[in-house]
Structure formats: structure tokens, C-alpha cells
């Protein structure tokens, strides 16, 4: 049985801030574009109500940060935390590299392959069809499941104590939607729909306890005052 108060572990997704792509809708992946004005503003807007001592986001209970390697994501956990520390970069959490579709919008990618005689009798999806000259959903998954991997060891050995034990990840918009269904264990093709905002914060957790329980924290109650 758990510790008096112990916790189960949980993992906080946090998408980066508003760029000049995510506002216009274009693809960004390996495009190393900063943080707009208002997408520091969003980040800042969350910390004030998610990040801190006895917020949703303790500092004294996160074991690990992990940050993808581009600088709006790092950028993000400046802003959120107040440090230039305190992270590790990951490569499993770049964006999905898009390859042929970097830069445009999702019509201008349909229009491009119909007009290569792809997809005629069904809507490109990047969940099952993936990106030309960029990664397919298989090598997206690859990636995550080996950052999981670790995540879930670590999360095994500490479980039931009161050691911290939350973990923090800062991404992007398709990767933390990818993340959370393979936590969940689903193929990216499974039609699991998901939005995640700018500088929103998502989590993930276990239920009962369990390692082999993973679970979407569909609501999230907020520390009590004390």
C-alpha cells in the first residue's frame, strides 16, 4: 500500500508559448523560430497560476525536467521556472520533423499531395500517413517510447514512497499529443482527439497506484491553501 503521503507520480506536458508559425498555422519542426512577444506572455500567465510552491506544479515534487532541444521550448522553461537551469534536453522531444510540409499549412499539405496523386479518396492525416522527406509514425514513436522507457523505471522504483517524483516535459503541439497516447498505450493512428494550447499544461498519471495503469488526468484539483 502507498505511504501515508505518498503520491502517484504524475507528468506534466507543457506545449511552449506562441511563435509567429503557431499563431499563422504553419508546420514547425526543426524551424528554430523564438517565442512572440505574447507567446512570453502566455508562458508567464501559466506560471503566475500552475508553477511554484504549492501550486499544481511544486518544484519541491519534480524529480526531472525534460526540455526538447529547440530554443522556444527552452525558452518556455525559463519563463515558467525563472531558471536557466534545471533541465535536460531531449531529442525524443523535438517536434515531429516535418520534413516537405515544414513551414506550410495543413490545406497547402493536402493540395501537395493530391496534386501527387495521394490520398484521392481520403484526407492526409499525419498521424497515419506521416510527413514526406520527414518522419513517419513509426520513428515519432521510436523516439517517445525510449524517453518512456526511462520514465516508467523511474516511476516504478518510487511509486509507493515520498520521494519527488513528478516529472515535467516541454514540447510542442503534435509531439505532446503523441507523447500522451503512447503513455497511454495507443498506436498514433488511434482516433484519440486532442488540443493542447500554447503554453498549456497538460498531465498524465497512474491509476490505483499502479505502473501498468497509465491514465489521462482528464481534471486536475488544485492544491487546497494551507
Same mark, same amino acid.
Request: charged share 25%; proline share 6%.
Given at each position: 500500500?502507498?505511504?501515508?503521503?505518498?503520491?502517484?507520480?504524475?507528468?506534466?506536458?507543457?506545449?511552449?508559448?506562441?511563435?509567429?508559425?503557431?499563431?499563422? &498555422?504553419?508546420?514547425?519542426?526543426? $524551424?528554430?523560430?523564438?517565442? $512572440?512577444?505574447?507567446?512570453?506572455?502566455? !508562458?508567464?500567465?501559466?506560471?503566475?497560476?500552475?508553477?511554484?510552491?504549492?501550486?499544481?506544479?511544486?518544484? =519541491?515534487? !519534480?524529480?526531472?525536467?525534460?526540455?526538447?532541444?529547440?530554443? %522556444?521550448?527552452?525558452?518556455?522553461?525559463?519563463?515558467?521556472?525563472?531558471? $536557466?537551469?534545471?533541465?535536460?534536453?531531449?531529442? #525524443?522531444? @523535438?517536434?515531429?520533423?516535418?520534413?516537405?510540409?515544414?513551414?506550410?499549412?495543413?490545406?497547402?499539405?493536402?493540395?501537395?499531395?493530391?496534386?501527387?496523386?495521394?490520398?484521392?479518396?481520403?484526407?492526409?492525416?499525419?498521424? %497515419?500517413?506521416?510527413?514526406?522527406?520527414?518522419?513517419?509514425?513509426?520513428?515519432?514513436?521510436?523516439?517517445?517510447?525510449?524517453?518512456?522507457?526511462?520514465?516508467?523505471?523511474?516511476?516504478? @522504483?518510487?511509486?509507493?514512497?515520498?520521494?519527488?517524483?513528478?516529472? !515535467?516535459?516541454?514540447?510542442?503541439?503534435?509531439?505532446?499529443? @503523441?507523447? @500522451?497516447?503512447?503513455?497511454? &498505450?495507443?498506436?498514433? #493512428?488511434?482516433?484519440?482527439?486532442?488540443?493542447?494550447?500554447? =503554453?498549456? !499544461?497538460?498531465?498524465?498519471?497512474?491509476?490505483?497506484?499502479?505502473?501498468?495503469?497509465?491514465?489521462?488526468?482528464?481534471?486536475?484539483?488544485?492544491?487546497?491553501?494551507?
Amino acid at each position: 500500500m502507498p505511504g501515508k503521503d505518498s503520491s502517484t507520480p504524475r507528468i506534466y506536458i507543457i506545449r511552449h508559448g506562441q511563435t509567429e508559425w503557431s499563431a499563422s &498555422g504553419q508546420y514547425t519542426g526543426k $524551424t528554430d523560430i523564438p517565442l $512572440t512577444a505574447y507567446g512570453e506572455k502566455q !508562458v508567464k500567465a501559466s506560471a503566475d497560476f500552475y508553477y511554484g510552491p504549492g501550486r499544481l506544479i511544486d518544484p =519541491a515534487k !519534480v524529480a526531472k525536467v525534460y526540455v526538447s532541444p529547440r530554443k %522556444r521550448a527552452i525558452r518556455t522553461w525559463e519563463l515558467l521556472s525563472g531558471r $536557466t537551469d534545471g533541465y535536460e534536453i531531449s531529442e #525524443s522531444l @523535438a517536434e515531429w520533423d516535418y520534413g516537405e510540409y515544414e513551414g506550410i499549412k495543413t490545406n497547402e499539405i493536402r493540395e501537395k499531395r493530391k496534386s501527387r496523386g495521394l490520398d484521392t479518396d481520403r484526407k492526409w492525416d499525419i498521424w %497515419r500517413d506521416g510527413c514526406e522527406g520527414g518522419e513517419t509514425p513509426a520513428q515519432v514513436t521510436a523516439r517517445i517510447d525510449s524517453l518512456l522507457a526511462t520514465i516508467r523505471k523511474f516511476h516504478a @522504483a518510487h511509486m509507493h514512497d515520498n520521494e519527488p517524483k513528478d516529472i !515535467v516535459i516541454i514540447s510542442h503541439g503534435h509531439h505532446t499529443r @503523441a507523447f @500522451a497516447k503512447r503513455f497511454l &498505450g495507443y498506436d498514433l #493512428s488511434f482516433p484519440l482527439s486532442m488540443m493542447i494550447e500554447p =503554453a498549456g !499544461v497538460g498531465a498524465l498519471s497512474y491509476q490505483h497506484h499502479e505502473i501498468d495503469e497509465p491514465a489521462l488526468l482528464l481534471g486536475i484539483g488544485l492544491p487546497l491553501p494551507k
